[in-house]
């Protein structure tokens, strides 16, 4: 079966490079699925998961995004992610502290700029936990 090059890559290094039969992502206006050949896009994403159906297996790698870019060429697909995480290394209470501290913060913050960075991140914490309570659910 044919293959796509597959870069899941965020601010702090890279999560995921390998080859894939199907990535499918939460974009900008719904669910996307790429095959090999895809014809060009470039897109923005939603929090949620990217998940890499490998070759030959039934697996799939699962990696969380709190949002970023989706860049498809017709061999390779690039996820440009503002945070990225492993499925196996999401930690709900470290996620439910995370959020708890930045609904704190933002209690006291007063600059638009604070406020803005803080929201976006309460934002992709909340997602985070949903995303680790669905993968709690499917096992």
């Known amino acids: ?23 499918s992502l939460p974009g900008k206006s719904g669910e996307l699925g790429i095959l090999p050949g895809h014809v060009p896009l470039i897109t923005l994403i ?18 969380f995004v709190a949002g970023g870019v989706l860049e498809v060429q017709p061999d390779l697909v690039t996820v440009l992610a503002d945070t990225a995480v492993r499925s196996n290394d999401l930690d709900e209470a470290k996620a ?7 609904r704190a913060q933002r209690q006291n913050a007063t600059g638009e700029i ?6 976006a991140e309460m934002a992709a914490l909340a997602a985070q936990i949903v995303a680790i309570k669905k993968i709690r659910q499917q096992r």
């Open 96 to 102: 439910a502290k995370a959020l708890e501290d930045a």
């Open 46 to 63: 939603r929090p949620g998961f990217v998940r890499i159906h490998l070759p030959g297996k039934k697996e799939v790698e699962q990696v």
């Open 114 to 119: 604070e406020i803005a960075r803080l929201e």
């Open 1 to 23: 079966m044919a293959t796509i090059k597959v870069d899941v890559v965020s601010a702090e290094e890279s999560i995921f490079s390998g080859d894939a039969e199907l990535v």
